[in-house]
């Protein structure tokens, strides 16, 4: 019997630990999950074995910056976002979580939940997914730009050890001429601050 996907209950905050052994993954305090049930429970995934054991998970949502676009409608391509705005963000979906226990590895669980994830952007009507991710975790870098992510900036003391993290950045349908991704996002650095 195969591992299936299933929607996040809060039950499973009791089963999850397998998850997040790896020291490179976040845990959060169980607020900040009831807080994702509550407001985005369809982006709330975990795929269980046969065992019901949780093998992965994700936390998602979407959204956009709590103040409004400075020229509207919004259009990445307009110079003043290349330049003043260029931290803008529009509306978009979010990996706020993706973790995957390590006997679970190499699975497809990470591109099954990611994918879950970008339908509901796209159904959204987002530019984009975006995810942040810790500068040194290279096995996770790779495998998100094999999904088709890639680096938008660098987010300096990103984390609560000092770490930074690039934002990765995968271009949804609407986004049909790829203009809310950019080369070489991992020489472009920005102060925490400037990320809401």
């Known amino acids: 019997m195969a591992s ?10 009791l089963k ?17 999950y009831l807080d994702y049930f509550t407001k985005w429970p369809n982006l709330c995934k975990v795929i269980e074995n ?9 936390l998602g949502k979407v959204e956009a910056s709590p103040f409004p676009a400075p020229i509207e409608p919004y259009d ?12 803008y963000l529009p509306w ?3 990996i706020t979580c993706l973790t995957v226990a390590p006997s679970a590895r190499r699975l497809g669980h990470a591109t099954k939940l990611s994918e879950a994830l970008e339908q509901v952007g796209d159904e959204q009507d987002a530019w984009f997914v975006d995810l942040f991710v810790r500068v ?18 660098r987010i300096s003391d990103h984390y609560n050890d000092g770490s930074d993290a690039f934002d990765m950045r995968k271009p949804l349908k609407r986004d ?3 203009k809310t991704v950019r080369p070489n996002g991992e020489n472009i650095k920005i102060d925490p601050t400037e990320v809401w």
């Open 136 to 153: 040194e975790n290279e096995a996770a870098i790779k495998l998100y730009e094999k999904m088709g992510y890639s680096i938008f900036r």
């Open 50 to 58: 046969e065992n019901g054991q949780i093998e992965a998970y994700i």
């Open 16 to 32: 999850f630990n397998p998850c997040n052994l790896d020291h490179l993954t976040e845990t959060y305090n169980i607020g900040f």
């Open 4 to 13: 299936t996907a299933r929607p996040m209950t809060p039950m499973d905050l």
């Open 76 to 87: 990445p391509s307009l110079k003043i976002y290349q330049k003043k705005f260029s931290n």
């Open 176 to 178: 049909k001429q790829r």
């Open 92 to 94: 978009h979906a979010h």
